[in-house]
């Protein structure tokens, strides 16, 4: 999981910050005693969250590498997160040279590695916005600046969604990030869910609320809520490892053995007509 509201004026140790948290599942080193402490309870809940956060990644790279393919040349990532090779710019730029890229996230430690992130390509560009979800419109004038607003923007809000709770109204979000997006963007998403184990994760929701996360899974029918008034593609809404897993993991292997296919992790990609 990556974060959804925390402030970005300074670095907070003496609270578990979820990217930070998404960093340890990967095995980063970028974390804190914190951070790892509460993602240590999250595993003794759910042991699979470490594969849980790999089955995302993965489908994050091969949906903007499908979408690359389709010509789309302009990414907007809301809640990048700290990090990790490969990066979605690297993904697109491999595909689409001159492709821009913009990264949005909250947490200031992603900041401190947001040069990581501007390694573009020639012919490309990126940039980094220290930016809240919660305040899309912020986002959305910062991204601007290297955007072309009139041509379609790939928008990922991968892992995200369920670190925003109901109280700030993530639909409302998402629909005000669309507005802004012209005809032919894409919206993709991923979004952990309590559909298969609702027990285990009201638990694991609550580790995340405890250090001031407002975690919050979702059932299908709400996440497929956020797909309103765009055409789906194809497979639609599935478990992140049934998503074209034929296009594979270039140059890492698949999406690993069973216990991918089993993630409760709902993730769909749909287009703005």
Request: aromatic residues 6%; negative net charge; glycine residues 10%.
């Amino acid at each position: 999981m990556t974060d959804a509201g925390r402030s970005t004026d300074q670095l907070d140790t003496g609270k578990p910050h979820s990217a930070r948290m998404y960093d340890y599942f990967l095995g980063g080193k970028d974390n804190y005693p914190v951070d790892a402490e509460a993602a240590e309870q999250v595993i003794s809940l759910f042991p699979a969250v470490r594969d849980m956060a790999r089955t995302n990644r993965r489908f994050m790279h091969r949906a903007v590498r499908l979408l690359a393919e389709r010509g789309v040349s302009q990414f907007l990532d809301i809640g990048t997160g700290i990090p990790t090779e490969p990066n979605l710019h690297q993904i697109v730029q491999g595909v689409v040279p001159h492709a821009r890229v913009v990264y949005a996230d909250n947490d200031p430690i992603v900041l401190r590695h947001a040069e990581a992130l501007l390694h573009s390509t020639r012919e490309g560009r990126t940039a980094y916005v220290a930016g809240d979800v919660r305040e899309p419109g912020k986002i959305i004038a910062a991204a601007r600046e290297t955007l072309d607003f009139s041509r379609p923007i790939a928008l990922s809000l991968v892992a995200l969604l369920h670190l925003v709770g109901d109280e700030d109204e993530p639909g409302r979000i998402v629909r005000e990030l669309l507005e802004s997006l012209p005809s032919g963007s894409y919206l993709t998403l991923s979004h952990a869910t309590g559909d298969f184990d609702p027990e285990t994760w009201e638990r694991v929701v609550e580790v995340y609320r405890k250090g001031g996360t407002a975690a919050q899974v979702r059932s299908r029918s709400e996440f497929t809520e956020f797909f309103t008034g765009l055409e789906l593609v194809e497979p639609g809404v599935v478990l992140a490892a049934q998503w074209h897993p034929e296009l594979g993991e270039r140059g890492e292997g698949g999406d690993g053995d069973g216990p991918a296919e089993e993630m409760p992790l709902y993730v769909a990609v749909g287009r703005k007509p």
